[in-house]
C-alpha cells in the first residue's frame, strides 16, 4: 500500500517556476516507477512525467520537455516536479502516482494512467500571463 501526498503548489507569473514534491508513504514505494498528472478545467488527466523505480530513466511528453525535470530520493520517499518556464497553459491540478505492479523493472516508465494504481489528492498550480 503506498500513501501519496503533493504539496508544492501555488500561482506563479509566467515564466516563473515551481517544485512539486510528492511525499510518500508505506514500504515499497522506493521499488515502484512513479508519475505526474495534471488535469486542467473540462479536460482530462493527462500524463506529464515518469520516472523508473532507482531514477535512471524518466519520460516527459512533449509539451514540457525542456522546461519540467522529473527526480525521486527513494531515501527520503518523495518525488519531485521542478517545473520551470511555466505558462499559462500549464494551468492545472497536478497528480503524483505510483505503479506498483512494476516494482524493480529497471528502467520502466509508466505512461499511461492506466499504469498507476496510486494517487494523491493534487495540487493546484495556477499561471498567469
Known amino acids: 500500500q503506498v500513501r501519496l501526498v503533493e504539496s508544492g503548489g501555488g500561482l506563479v507569473q509566467a515564466g516563473g517556476s515551481l517544485r512539486l514534491t510528492c511525499a510518500a508513504s508505506?514500504?515499497?514505494?522506493?521499488?515502484?516507477?512513479m508519475g505526474w498528472f495534471r488535469q486542467a478545467p473540462g479536460k482530462d488527466r493527462d500524463f506529464v512525467a515518469s520516472?523508473?523505480?532507482?531514477?535512471?530513466?524518466?519520460y516527459y511528453t512533449d509539451s514540457v520537455k525542456g522546461r519540467f525535470t522529473i527526480s525521486r530520493d527513494n531515501a527520503k520517499n518523495s518525488a519531485y516536479l521542478q517545473m520551470n518556464s511555466l505558462k499559462p497553459e500549464d494551468t492545472a491540478v497536478y497528480y503524483c502516482?505510483?505503479?506498483?505492479?512494476?516494482?524493480?523493472?529497471?528502467?520502466?516508465?509508466?505512461?499511461?494512467?492506466?499504469?498507476?494504481?496510486?494517487w494523491g489528492q493534487g495540487t493546484q498550480v495556477t499561471v498567469s500571463s
Open positions: 508505506g514500504r515499497t514505494f522506493g521499488w515502484s516507477p
Open positions: 502516482a505510483a505503479d506498483t505492479s512494476h516494482q524493480l523493472v529497471n528502467d520502466y516508465t509508466a505512461r499511461s494512467r492506466d499504469d498507476y494504481n496510486f
Open positions: 520516472i523508473s523505480w532507482g531514477g535512471s530513466s524518466t
